[in-house]
């Protein structure tokens, strides 16, 4: 930036970096304790003050969680409500984000005020459990699914995004003969490409963190997601319970409640990687913004 | 147009002029149809199941024919001691959340902007976005394992190092500061994007003005970038309150365990616990119904404030 450096500008650079690397260990360490702390023996963790090494690296902790058929199922819910759900959410917004974009649409002011008064009231926790009771849903899959299948959020971003594309490119689709169904999936997807991943992955997390449906519709622990698992087994501390296979039922040591924290952290730290990339390329930026 | 065709022409080519007009989208139309469905069944059919809030709600009797009550379920709220305590938690957290959370972006947002060496930057980025991927679960449960008295990090140091343990988990006077720093260190670095995004807008010109008149760097930050991003903190400050109000469950009630309850129960957690589980429909309804009222009044009002001081505000 600038050559020669000032005094002053230099003792707020050393503070400033000093000051950033000390956040980054706050944000960090947490999560290589846990981590390391997964793969130490319980006496080593019950005996002295543990915070990275382990003496004895051990996968005690794995080894028991993966014996039982809870940890497998629970996964497989998780997996297949965020597959499912974000599928369906991208599907319904996209279309819908769409349509609200075409002004010579009558009733398009109504439905866009009506979707964003539903983020500044909502009818609460109550009557949405009600309707979904009534609906049938409740120990359904579909009931961690459809209550929060579009997010008015994500639709305002994805409709304007829609709106900011090139106007000739949709007219011109529709002069050659191209329906509104073709126009919008062969010439307006292809071309939003950016929008559409990051949505999909905002979907996805969404899917994947999410514990408040579960625990208010789904009182059948086979079909508990991984969330509500692990809440079980780290904060109830009533271990396995939801597994019939062990009807044992003793608070889980401190490594099997880590090792629980890796198993349902991992995944998101997978996908981590190709979310930064799009937030890394601005696409995220330039929709918050809009 | 538009009006000299209604002059003109009577009414009913109006409507068959219109009735065309809806023909023709009549695809846009099935496009829109799933998330109308959506919007109508998931949130505007629980706007119209707060009635039930001013009846005796019968399950097997449904909305129609339960009896109603008038404001009963409201006087029995405003009477019960655990409103006022109810009332003053979701306040407490609230506003703790807030003041305490709002600085935090905005100053990790002007430490990276200061940041020469781009790879340091992007790391520092790189770490800081991760937790909010994270779900609430997962970072409540780091924390348990990190204070538990049985083989926490926390208290083992504490002893190593000579002092009492502590129960943070169970003492209820570290629930509120636990939860706030949770709130922190789960969001803090996310929230810099948006602000990033509005620092980098800034014209570089009014930097190097600065430096010629003598400015240090922190008179730069608090002269030029500050208030190039008043109106982007403003906004997602009023943002942020809608949602602090309306999204506080999931993480609230993974805090709350009995021995924090006197401090920690807001109203939404009040309303699962007696609605969902006891089955209290009608009278949680109104503490929910409530609960909407505050957080659009506090929406609202911070709208108008930021009006008033000739900001735009978010409506």
């Known amino acids: 930036m600038v050559q020669d450096k000032t005094l002053g500008s230099r003792l707020f650079d050393i503070i400033n970096y000093t000051l ?14 846990v981590v390391m702390g997964s793969f130490a023996t319980a006496e080593e963790i019950a005996r002295k003050p543990f915070i990275l090494i382990p003496e004895h690296f051990s996968l005690n902790a794995y080894r028991y969680i993966l014996s039982t058929n809870a940890i497998f199922r629970a996964l497989g819910v998780s997996v297949g409500i965020t597959v499912v759900g974000t599928f369906i959410s991208m599907f319904v917004t996209s279309m819908m984000a769409y349509g609200l974009t075409r002004r010579d649409l009558d009733g398009r002011k109504t439905i866009n005020f009506l ?4 983020m500044l009231f909502s009818g609460g926790l109550i009557p949405s459990f009600l309707v979904v009771m009534n609906l049938g ?4 899959y579909w009931s961690m699914i459809i209550p929060t299948a579009v997010s008015a959020f994500n639709l305002v971003i ?11 490119i949709e007219e011109s689709a529709r002069i050659d003969g191209c329906s509104d169904f073709g126009t919008f999936f062969k010439i307006v997807l292809p071309l939003s490409t950016a929008v559409l991943a990051t949505i999909s992955l905002f979907y996805a997390v969404q899917y994947w963190n999410s514990y408040q449906n579960a625990i208010l519709y789904v009182n059948d622990a ?12 780290v904060l109830v501390a009533s271990g396995f319970s939801a597994d019939t296979t062990h009807d044992f039922v003793q608070p889980p040591e401190q490594t099997v409640k880590m090792a629980v924290i890796v198993v349902a952290t991992v995944p998101i730290l997978l996908v981590y990687p190709f979310l930064q990339k799009y937030f890394a390329k601005g696409a995220l930026v330039g929709s918050v913004k809009g | 147009m538009e009006l000299s065709a209604s002059t003109v022409a009577p009414n009913p080519k109006r409507t068959s002029r219109w009735k065309k007009r809806v023909l023709r989208n009549r695809y846009i139309y099935l496009m829109i149809l799933p998330g109308l469905l959506y919007f109508a069944l998931f949130k505007y059919l629980p706007m119209w199941g707060l009635l039930i809030s001013f009846q005796e709600y019968v399950p097997t009797k449904g909305v129609m024919n339960s009896p109603w009550v008038g404001f009963r379920q409201f006087h029995r709220l405003f009477s019960d001691p655990d409103f006022w305590n109810l009332f003053r938690n979701t306040l407490a957290l609230f506003f703790l959340n807030i003041v305490f959370y709002t600085p935090m972006p905005i100053v990790l947002a002007l430490m990276l902007n200061e940041v020469g060496r781009t790879a340091f930057k992007r790391i520092v980025q790189t770490i800081v976005y991760i937790p909010h991927f994270l779900s609430w679960v997962i970072v409540v449960s780091i924390t348990f394992v990190m204070l538990t008295l049985d083989g926490g990090i926390v208290n083992d140091m504490l002893q190593y190092f000579g002092f009492h343990e502590i129960n943070f988990l169970l003492d209820s ?3 509120r500061p636990i939860y706030v720093i949770q709130a922190i260190w789960r969001e803090a670095g996310w929230g810099t994007i948006v602000y990033l995004a509005a620092i980098s807008a800034i014209d ?8 010629m008149d003598g400015a240090g760097r922190l008179r730069q930050i608090w002269h030029i970038t500050l208030p190039a991003i008043r109106s982007v903190v403003i906004v997602l400050l009023i943002l942020r309150i809608g949602s602090v109000i309306d999204h506080s469950f999931e993480h609230v009630y993974l805090v709350i365990n009995s021995m924090n309850r006197q401090v920690m129960d807001i109203f939404d957690t009040y309303v699962y616990t007696a609605g969902v589980q006891q089955g209290q429909y009608s009278y949680t309804t109104a503490v929910g119904f409530f609960k909407s009222f505050i957080g659009l009044l ?10 008033k001081f000739g900001e735009e505000g978010v409506y």
């Open chain 1, 137 to 140: 849903m409740i120990d359904t």
């Open chain 1, 115 to 118: 979707v964003v008064f539903t």
């Open chain 1, 158 to 168: 994805m409709r304007s995004f829609f709106a900011n594309l090139p106007e000739g």
């Open chain 1, 20 to 33: 950033l690397t000390i956040v980054s260990l706050i944000v960090f360490l947490p999560f290589l304790h």
């Open chain 2, 298 to 307: 506090l929406v609202m009002l911070s709208n108008w404030l930021a009006r």
């Open chain 2, 173 to 175: 006077a570290y629930a």
């Open chain 1, 222 to 233: 086979n079909k508990w997601p991984l969330q509500v698992l692990l809440r079980q087994v």
């Open chain 2, 204 to 211: 570089p010109g009014l930097y190097e003005a600065a430096r």
